[in-house]
């Protein structure tokens, strides 16, 4: 099975100029995006030979040059969405999904593993790591789709059909995502380009950033749905599973995947995790980000 990260720098610039000071990524300080690009890719290296790297110039600079973190291979084809707004930051992922020719699973950079992925998930047509669809997440895609649905000129047809259909907003995590339907990603990346490319004049109107849940999840969901396609989940999204991969104590004997999404970037508790793990299992990428850091290199 193919592995892929992808990396697309915009959404980390600020006034078209990328700064060590600005890569944070959504983590609290950039010393963790760091860590967490290190940490994903090394345990992925201990269980799968062929991981690609998808990004752009700036970000092959930082993970290949700088950190020489140990990718088999990469694309740098990122920098042709730099036409689109650095909100839109799901569009990167989208891009590099589409470019795959072969069955593949993305991986995103704050998900580390201790163990393959089940077969049964890898030979699966489309495999997601959850769904959402417990009565939080539908407030919260509600509250992003209502605007985009009333002040968009163009809104899928099958978003509205799938919402009436399950009574709520049913949506996909995708911090693992891929599948042995490769050829599904490049239709899926066509939908979600012309999506954003139709409403580019009323973005203005909604709040932007958030609405990335909605771009990629609830369209890919929806979408699935819309062509009768079953979705393989590495776990169905119950409160236990969201408690399960944040739980850093319990690696690597009881945890064996874990994602560090959203907030909890933030945390110190997971924070001091992350550092623990990469210091005690990948001790010379560690010492290596921290004297880069220290030289003002990244």
Avoid at 94 to 123: G, T
Wanted: hydrophobic share 35%; net charge negative.
């Amino acid at each position: 099975m193919k592995i892929v990260q992808s990396q697309w720098t915009k959404p980390g610039k600020k006034n078209d100029q990328l700064s060590a000071d600005d890569n944070k990524g959504g983590w609290i300080e950039k010393k963790y995006n760091y860590f967490s690009w290190a940490l994903s890719v090394l345990q992925l290296k201990k269980y799968y030979n062929n991981i690609e790297l998808v990004t752009d110039k700036a970000g092959y600079d930082l993970l290949i040059n700088k950190l020489e973190l140990p990718y088999d291979s990469v694309k740098t084809v990122l920098d042709e969405l730099n036409v689109y707004p650095e909100e839109l930051f799901m569009m990167g992922k989208v891009y590099a999904y589409s470019i795959q020719d072969e069955p593949f699973i993305h991986v995103d950079s704050d998900v580390f593993i201790w163990d393959k992925f089940d077969s049964k998930l890898e030979n699966s047509p489309l495999i997601c790591q959850s769904k959402e669809d417990e009565e939080f997440y539908n407030q919260h895609y509600f509250e992003i789709f209502y605007p985009m649905l009333k002040n968009f000129d163009f809104c899928p047809p099958y978003l509205e059909k799938s919402m009436i259909k399950n009574g709520r907003i049913v949506a996909v995590n995708a911090g693992i995502i891929g599948g042995q339907d490769f050829e599904f990603y490049k239709n899926y990346k066509n939908q979600v380009f012309e999506f954003v490319e139709r409403n580019v004049a009323h973005f203005e109107k909604v709040e932007l950033k958030k609405t990335n849940i909605v771009f990629e999840q609830f369209l890919f969901h929806a979408m699935a749905e819309e062509q009768l396609m079953d979705i393989n989940y590495l776990s169905l999204g119950n409160y236990t599973f969201l408690s399960d991969i944040l739980d850093f104590t319990g690696v690597p004997e009881k945890i064996k995947y874990m994602h560090l999404y959203a907030g909890h970037k933030k945390v110190k508790l997971y924070l001091d995790g992350l550092e623990y793990r990469l210091q005690k299992d990948h001790p010379a990428y560690y010492y290596k980000i921290i004297n880069l850091l220290k030289t003002n290199q990244i």
